[in-house]
Nanobody, 121 residues
Framework: QVQLVESGGGLVQAGGSLRLSCTAS????????MAWFRQAPGKEREFVAG???????YYGDSAQGRFTISRDNANNMVFLQMTSLKPEDTAVYYC???????????????WGQGTQVTVSS
């Protein structure tokens, strides 16, 4: 199982930007599909973005056009650049690792502890 540690969350005003980072302790990091999910209070965990390799990226509807996922395989890291943030983006953001490309949270065996993102209006 992969250990994942997120960082970069915080409080930002609407319209602002944040960059989340996730560091993975894993052998053969390139073999993992990496993804970001988020969960707001009272809501289900939602797929935000995923990356298999550069150019093979996937985005949830809420992230299209505003968020960018990338990965640094040399340092076992994945990033989520978030721009034009809205109050409805407020949630705990989780990094996840899995063996294949999927948007289903149940198919990811490895999760980080989450990082809080709060967007004020």
């Amino acid at each position: 199982q992969v250990q994942l540690v997120e960082s970069g969350g915080g409080l930002v005003q609407a319209g602002g930007s944040l960059r989340l980072s996730c560091t993975a302790s894993a052998r053969a990091f390139t073999n993992y599909f990496m993804a970001w999910f988020r969960q707001a209070p009272g809501k289900e965990r939602e797929f935000v973005a995923g990356i298999w390799r550069p150019g093979a990226t996937y985005y949830g509807d809420s992230a299209q056009g505003r968020f960018t996922i990338s990965r640094d395989n040399a340092n076992n890291m994945v990033f989520l650049q978030m721009t034009s943030l809205k109050p409805e983006d407020t949630a705990v953001y989780y990094c996840a690792a899995g063996p294949h490309a999927t948007m289903r949270a149940t198919e990811f065996p490895s999760w980080g502890q989450g990082t809080q993102v709060t967007v004020s209006s």
